[in-house]
């Protein structure tokens, strides 16, 4: 069975500093693995998708990479923003189903 | 396009009281899919349609949960009898093909009391 863990729960950084959210899966056959924000009392909207056959997705921003020998991906936000304040949240899409497994996600908050 | 609809987005009930959540999927979508978030368990996958057909309710919790798809716009997932238990956000999305990007919609938060 699938699990995804996110590592930190919880990130406050000021406005402008880059960083790291790391997701990890136990289980590599995954077909792809979705980045997506949660805003509070909304709903998720995706921020990128990275292919297993793919190392990274770019957005603006954004960078995602995927190492699936180590079952890890990371979301790098560069210069981060008040704006980008929300709950990110990892996913992995079972190879042999269809089925999106989520992380319990990253509440980042940005400090003006 | 309107993206993934769902109503209402707010319900509170009683306990033992019929609950039924409604979604739109985006149109062109082949896929549907219900999930729950609660603080505990965060999002878990209930049940998924592929074409209007049931193919994986493994995650719905109990008898008491049911989804149906009539058509290719339409789904609801229905809780009867509701329990305080069942309080959480229900989450409905839908993807063109099934690994693709899901879209979701904005969530019925759900109290039982």
């Known amino acids: 069975k699938q699990e995804v863990t996110q590592i930190p729960a919880a990130l406050s950084v000021p406005e402008g500093e880059n960083l790291v959210l790391n997701c990890s899966f136990t289980d590599s056959a995954i077909y792809n693995l979705q980045w997506f924000r949660q805003d509070p009392g909304k709903g998720l909207t995706s921020l990128l998708l990275?292919?297993?056959?793919?190392r990274e997705q770019t957005s603006g921003r954004l960078n995602a990479s995927l190492d699936k020998s180590s079952g890890r991906s990371t979301l790098y936000i560069a210069a981060s923003q008040p704006g980008d304040s929300a709950t990110y949240l990892c996913?992995?899409?079972?190879?042999?189903?269809?089925?999106?497994?989520f992380g319990k996600g990253t509440l980042l908050t940005v400090n003006p | 396009d309107a993206g993934v609809i769902q109503s209402p987005r707010h319900e509170v009930t009683e306990m033992g009281q019929e609950v039924t959540l409604r979604c739109k999927p985006i149109?062109?979508?082949?896929?549907l899919f219900w999930y729950r978030q609660t603080m505990m368990r965060g999002l878990e996958l209930l049940i998924y349609f592929n074409n209007n057909v049931p193919i994986d309710d493994s995650g719905m919790p109990e008898d008491r949960f049911s989804a149906k798809m009539p058509n290719a716009s339409f789904s609801t997932l229905k809780i009867q009898p509701s329990e305080p238990r069942d309080s959480a956000v229900y989450f409905c999305?839908?993807?063109?093909?099934?690994?693709?990007?899901?879209?979701f919609g904005p969530g019925t938060r759900l109290t039982v009391t």
């Open positions: 999305a839908s993807s063109l093909e099934g690994p693709y990007e899901q879209y």
């Open positions: 149109s062109g979508h082949d896929y």
């Open positions: 990275i292919q297993s056959s793919q």
């Open positions: 996913a992995a899409y079972g190879g042999s189903n269809y089925k999106l497994t």
